[in-house]
T-cell receptor, first 114, second 118 residues
Framework: DTGVSQNPRHKITKRGQNVTFRCDPISEHNRLYWYRQTLGQGPEFLTYFQNEAQLEKSRLLSDRFSAERPKGSFSTLEIQRTEQGDSAMYLC????????????FGPGTRLTVL | AQKVTQAQTEISVVEKEDVTLDCVYETRDTTYYLFWYKQPPSGELVFLIRRNSFDEQNEISGRYSWNFQKSTSSFNFTITASQVVDSAVYFCALSEVYSGGGADGLTFGKGTHLIIQP
C-alpha cells in the first residue's frame, strides 16, 4: 500500500492525558499537512511541513498541540493535557511541492477524550 | 479570507436519478485551486477533481461532471445516473496559490451528505 497511513486509527483517552499520532506520507511527497475534522464539519487546516520545516500554523493549533517531522519523512502530532473539545478526527495529507498540487489524505485518527 | 459554502446539508435521491451538489466560494486571490473530495463512511477523503482558476472548461469523468463558473464563484458537481455506491459526504475545497507554486492549506466547506436510495 503506497498511500498515506496514520496510526493509531482510533484513540480513547481520559481528559488531561497526552496523546501522540503518527502520519506516514506517500513516499517522496515533501509536503505534509495536518487537519482536524469534527462531527458534521469539513476538515480544518492545522499546520503543514515542507520536508522537516514547519512552515505554517493555523490559529486553531493551541499551545497544547505540537507537530514534528524530524527527518522530513513521517510526522507526529502530539496533544498535551487533552480536553473533551479535542475529540475529533485528525487527518494527515501529503503532496509533492511542485507539479501536482493535489493533497492525498490518510484514513485519519479518531480521538475520543472522556 | 477564504470561504467555501455548501448550502445543501443533505440530499436524498432514488438510484438512477441525476443529482447536483452546489459549491460557492469566496477568495480575494486571482489565482486559486478548487477541489472536490468524497468521504465515504469509512472516513478517508478521496480526491475527485482539481481545477485551477484559469481553467473554466467543464469536465466530465464517467458519470461525474463539474461546472466551474468564475462569474458566479461556483464549482458545482453533478452525478448522472446515481448509484448506491455514490452515497457519501462530498466536500468542496479551495486553496490559494503561493508564489512558490502549488496549493497549500485547504479551506473546506461543511460538506453535503448524499444519500442514494435503492
Amino acid at each position: 500500500d503506497t498511500g498515506v497511513s496514520q496510526n493509531p486509527r482510533h484513540k480513547i483517552t481520559k481528559r488531561g492525558q497526552n496523546v501522540t499520532f503518527r502520519c506516514d506520507p506517500i513516499s517522496e511527497h515533501n509536503r505534509l499537512y495536518w487537519y482536524r475534522q469534527t462531527l458534521g464539519q469539513g476538515p480544518e487546516f492545522l499546520t503543514y511541513f515542507q520536508n522537516e520545516a514547519q512552515l505554517e500554523k493555523s490559529r486553531l493549533l493551541s499551545d497544547r498541540f505540537s507537530a514534528e517531522r524530524p527527518k522530513g519523512s513521517f510526522s507526529t502530532l502530539e496533544i498535551q493535557r487533552t480536553e473533551q473539545g479535542d475529540s475529533a478526527m485528525y487527518l494527515c495529507a501529503s503532496r509533492y511541492q511542485v507539479g501536482t498540487d493535489t493533497q492525498y489524505f490518510g484514513p485519519g485518527t479518531r480521538l475520543t477524550v472522556l | 479570507a477564504q470561504k467555501v459554502t455548501q448550502a445543501q446539508t443533505e440530499i436524498s435521491v432514488v438510484e438512477k436519478e441525476d443529482v447536483t451538489l452546489d459549491c460557492v466560494y469566496e477568495t480575494r486571490d486571482t489565482t486559486y485551486y478548487l477541489f472536490w473530495y468524497k468521504q465515504p463512511p469509512s472516513g478517508e477523503l478521496v480526491f475527485l477533481i482539481r481545477r485551477n482558476s484559469f481553467d473554466e472548461q467543464n469536465e466530465i469523468s464517467g458519470r461525474y461532471s463539474w461546472n466551474f463558473q468564475k462569474s458566479t464563484s461556483s464549482f458545482n458537481f453533478t452525478i448522472t445516473a446515481s448509484q448506491v455506491v455514490d452515497s457519501a459526504v462530498y466536500f468542496c475545497a479551495l486553496s490559494e496559490v503561493y508564489s512558490g507554486g502549488g496549493a497549500d492549506g485547504l479551506t473546506f466547506g461543511k460538506g453535503t451528505h448524499l444519500i442514494i436510495q435503492p
